[in-house]
């Protein structure tokens, strides 16, 4: 791996890299990890090898324009991609699906969901204006898309006042003013199980593995269908405005088999 390479690429963008050993955080490190930390003289990109595998980072696009570069891990034969880069406020790190991803461009468009995409093919939306953090087809803030539903008609007793709305345990959730969600698969959420356990996976979780009763386990909907109105917030980015309700759609950054080497979520 060409260090000064991968160095002045990311310099490029304005921004720092670190490759160092990887940490075991887990009882199963992965190969590697790519993430986001901060020191003090500000944030960089920091990759880290498990030292008995071999990984090669390659940064296969770069756009400056944008402030992003589309980085390619090889581990073996297996190929992850990641699109690193500056969102507003803070610099990111996604995991992207899709083997035929190879330009940021690309890359951008399979982290939109399906939904986006099929409302963006309905427009007729110029190429232009898909890249774009709000369009005819959707507003975004961050990993969350937010597709105009003005026809909706909601019953004012069933809206959710600053609810959060997170991928998972451990992000920093997006607070939305208003919210309104149908009801979806009931669902066991903790630390160790960011996506959840249903009631069933849940029951036999606890017999087999009894010590992880002590989890701090609650309660959520996995694949509801939620609706948004009014501010949305979150500290990295700012602040949106929803004058009718959207619905709620995060990337499919959790599709990429590489999301379990990104530690940087939010």
Sequence with gaps: MDMKLLESKFLRLGARVAVGEHVNRFRSPAPFTVDVREDGKGEYFDLRINPSVEVEFEVIDLRPDLRHLLLLARNGSQKEKFLCGHDERHWFVAAVPGAAVSTVNTAMLALKPRAVRAEETRLKLKTKDQFRRRNAAFVRQGEWFFIPAPDLRVDEKLILR?????????????????????????????????????????????????????????????????????????????????????????????????????????
């Design 162 to 266: 600053n609810e959060p709305l997170s991928r998972g345990t451990g992000s920093k959730p997006h607070v939305c003013e208003q919210v309104f969600r149908r009801i979806g698969i009931a669902v066991y959420v903790c630390r160790q199980h960011p996506y959840g356990l249903t009631e069933k996976e849940y029951r036999e979780q606890l017999k087999d593995f009894p010590h992880t009763r002590n989890y701090d386990w609650r309660m959520m909907q996995r694949s509801a269908v939620v609706y948004a109105r009014g501010r949305v917030s979150h500290s990295d980015h700012k602040t949106v405005y929803l004058g009718v309700w959207h619905r709620v759609l995060m990337n499919t950054e959790n599709e990429a088999p590489s999301m379990s080497h990104v530690v940087f979520l939010d």
